[in-house]
């Protein structure tokens, strides 16, 4: 794998392979690598000829009570890993060189983006959708994949790709779980064994209120207020939004129907997790 750290040289070497014709699959991340990462690179080796991977702790995308400061970082243990899964390129910016002196230009998703996380993370998505089209212009790949772990980051940058016409195909790959049901996250080691075990509560509700959903039920606001008392009963955790959105340009439905996605946000003691699942709702 080849650690680059130059954008231009970056540029340079995706259009040296696009002219190729060799296929390029993206895999941006912020590092800390999991095995859900790694599933979005396998699925990106196995689906292109060239795989680029980036490793960028955004900092527009945290706020400033956040943890940009403390997020994890080794990129010693992510080089391995990704080598071992036959990365070709590993793009390792400087933040000077992201967000240099005079830096001015933001792009803004103006719809989905104030709800669920955007409603307690204000910039949150135009960060996120400003260093993706970002990364997008340095790699210039023909995919990029993402999970659906985060599902509201997923649907925004979608409607991102398809409003701005960038010709780049997003795959979607579904979240990893723990065994007992727990998404996996970069968050989780923040976790000690009783938060980890509490931790549960989030996936547990998810699960019931599909089945409810896959049962008959059809009324967002009763659903919505079993999640928020189950979340509510667990003493470790803090409710930060349970809802039930479409997934077109997420709204809260009192009615369930269509493409839907169940969301929960909540801090285990004080890490702050997210999952969801998704549904077709005749
Ligand atoms: O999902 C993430 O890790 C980040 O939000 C992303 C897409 C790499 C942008 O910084």
Known sequence: ??????????????????????????????????????????????DNEITVASVFVNPTQFGPEEDYDEYPRDLDRDLDLLQERGVDYVLYPDVEDVYPEGFATYVQVEKGTDVLCGRSRPNHFKGVTTVVSKLFNMVKPHRAYFGQKDGQQLLIIRRMVQDLNMD?????????????????????????????????????????????????????WALKKAMEEAIKAEPLA???????????YLQELSRIEGPIMIAIAAFIGSTRLIDNVWLEVE
Do not use: W
């Not at 803090?238 to 077109?248: E, F, G, P």
């Open 1 to 46: 794998v080849k650690l680059i750290s130059n954008i231009t040289k970056m540029q340079e070497i995706s259009e040296a392979r696009a002219l190729e014709k060799k296929r390029i699959g993206f895999v941006p991340t912020m590092g800390y690598l999991h095995q859900g990462h790694l599933q979005l690179v396998e699925k990106s080796v196995a």
């Open 168 to 220: 780049i195909e997003v795959v979607a790959c579904p979240t990893v779980r723990e065994e007992d049901g727990l998404a996996l996250s970069s968050r989780n080691k923040y976790l000690s064994p009783e938060e980890r075990e509490a931790a549960l509560i989030i996936y547990n509700t998810l699960q019931k209120t599909r089945e409810r959903i896959e049962e008959g039920e059809r009324d967002g």
């Open 238 to 248: 803090n409710l930060d939004y349970a809802s039930i959105v479409s997934r077109d």
